[in-house]
């Protein structure tokens, strides 16, 4: 704490609240007395230790426990009553022991019987058998079907194709017949006409 | 007595010579002969003769001949059980060949109708003569383009002019009017 006379002036250079002119002036008294700059550095330090800590909001209400707010609802009152008390609750504990023991005693559950089937690896291994054969039994089915339809469709085109062939060979067969027909009428034709001639060179050289 | 048999002789003689024909059996029959003689004269590329000529008279018309033929004979592919295969190719030549050996065949024809002309003197100047060639094509040729029947028509005195003048080339085509069928 100094005893210099100027300790408020020192305090407001400290919270920067002087004016230009008063805060050289204090500056200047600074450097010649050590008691005000090291009051200047206590101030500094607690300043320093007060930024540290986190701002608090200021509580925007200030209740007392004698507002109706508090005030505990019916349901809580009933609970808080003397029916819920220590001894109320161990006598209401053994009641309920108490039926619970009598109803046990005079009534019992059917009994629960839990069957479980347990399959056998034979079993087993028949209905994977039976499972596979019906599966393969199928595709056979299906391949058999389609190679079925290829070979007839394969054989209808076939047929087709042949039947357009010895068409088209059988009508070439018979133009062939008409043409030796015709060659060999021409050729008989040619013959008769060339006897007479043959014979009348023959006459004419006789 | 004598006089009744010259009239039954004559009025015979008259009836036997109008009921004799004017183109005679042996003219016709001349023609058809070199018609079949030319058309089976090419050695190279010979036709394939189906059918010999044959000719009639027709009085007041003309003289008709018809023949029937394949305009070829040599190496045409053919259908036999070995051999069931006819490329196009082969298909195409033919039908080259064949479009080339028409104009040969009109030629031939133009120049046996010349020959007809003066074989036949009993036809009458003012009157036809025709010649029709019937055109024989296998079913799987490509006969596009090709006729089935071409007939040459000409009068005999324009005919024996052409010959005369030894006409050729288009002047001697003018004289014929030709069909195609």
């Given at each position: ?5 100027r300790a ?8 920067d609240e ?5 805060r050289?002036?204090m500056?200047?008294h600074?450097?010649a007395?050590?008691d005000?700059?090291?009051e200047?550095d206590?101030l500094?330090?607690t300043?320093?230790?007060l930024r ?13 426990v ?9 349901a809580?009152?009933?609970?808080r009553?003397g029916f819920?008390?220590s001894a109320w609750a ?10 619970a023991?009598?109803?046990t ?6 009994e ?6 347990t399959a056998s690896?034979a079993?087993v ?16 089915r299906q391949?058999?079907?389609e190679d079925a339809k290829?070979a007839?469709?394969t054989?209808a085109a076939?047929e087709?194709r ?7 060979l059988l ?7 008409e043409?030796?027909?015709?060659r060999?009428g ?6 008769s006409?060339?006897?007479p001639?043959?014979?009348s060179?023959n006459?004419a050289?006789? | 007595?004598k006089?009744l048999f010259?009239?039954v ?7 036997s010579?109008s009921?004799e024909p ?12 070199s018609?079949?003689d ?7 590329d ?5 059918g010999?000529?044959?000719?009639t ?8 001949f ?6 070829l ?5 053919n259908?036999?059980?070995f051999?069931q295969?006819?490329?196009?190719t ?7 060949r ?6 040969l ?8 109708m ?6 036949l003197t ?6 036809r ?5 019937f055109?024989?094509?296998y079913?799987?040729?490509?006969s596009r383009?090709?006729?089935h029947?071409l007939v040459?028509?000409?009068e005999?005195q324009?005919?024996l ?9 288009a ?11």
């Amino acid at each position: 704490m100094t005893t210099c006379d100027r300790a408020e002036a020192l305090r407001d250079y400290a919270f920067d609240e002087l004016a230009a002119g008063e805060r050289r002036e204090m500056e200047r008294h600074l450097t010649a007395c050590t008691d005000c700059a090291a009051e200047l550095d206590q101030l500094r330090l607690t300043t320093a230790a007060l930024r540290i800590l986190p701002d608090r909001e200021i509580p925007q209400r200030i209740a007392f426990v004698s507002d109706k707010i508090f005030e505990p609802s019916p349901a809580a009152r009933f609970f808080r009553s003397g029916f819920f008390s220590s001894a109320w609750a161990g006598f209401a504990s053994a009641a309920i022991m108490a039926v619970a023991l009598l109803f046990t005693a005079f009534h019992r559950p059917a009994e629960i019987r839990t069957v479980v089937q347990t399959a056998s690896a034979a079993d087993v291994n028949r209905r994977i058998d039976a499972a596979v054969a019906t599966a393969v039994a199928d595709a056979v089915r299906q391949v058999r079907a389609e190679d079925a339809k290829t070979a007839k469709e394969t054989l209808a085109a076939a047929e087709l194709r042949y039947e357009r062939e010895h068409r088209f060979l059988l009508a070439s067969m018979e133009q062939n017949m008409e043409v030796l027909q015709k060659r060999l009428g021409t050729f008989t034709s040619l013959a008769s006409l060339d006897v007479p001639q043959i014979a009348s060179q023959n006459g004419a050289g006789q | 007595m004598k006089s009744l048999f010259l009239l039954v002789a004559g009025i015979a003689s008259l009836c036997s010579a109008s009921s004799e024909p004017v183109v005679s059996f042996n003219s016709l029959k001349a023609v058809e002969a070199s018609i079949n003689d030319k058309l089976r004269s090419s050695i190279n590329d010979p036709y394939d003769l189906l059918g010999t000529a044959r000719g009639t008279y027709l009085e007041g018309y003309g003289a008709i001949f018809s023949v029937e033929l394949n305009l070829l004979l040599v190496s045409a592919p053919n259908l036999l059980p070995f051999n069931q295969k006819i490329t196009e190719t082969e298909i195409a030549a033919m039908r080259e060949r064949k479009l080339r050996k028409m104009d040969l065949l009109r030629d031939s024809m133009r120049g046996l109708m010349l020959g007809a002309s003066k074989t036949l003197t009993g036809l009458p100047a003012g009157e036809r003569i025709v010649m029709e060639t019937f055109l024989f094509n296998y079913h799987w040729e490509n006969s596009r383009g090709l006729p089935h029947r071409l007939v040459l028509t000409a009068e005999k005195q324009k005919l024996l002019d052409a010959s005369a003048l030894h006409l050729t080339g288009a002047e001697l085509a003018a004289v014929f009017t030709q069909e195609e069928l």
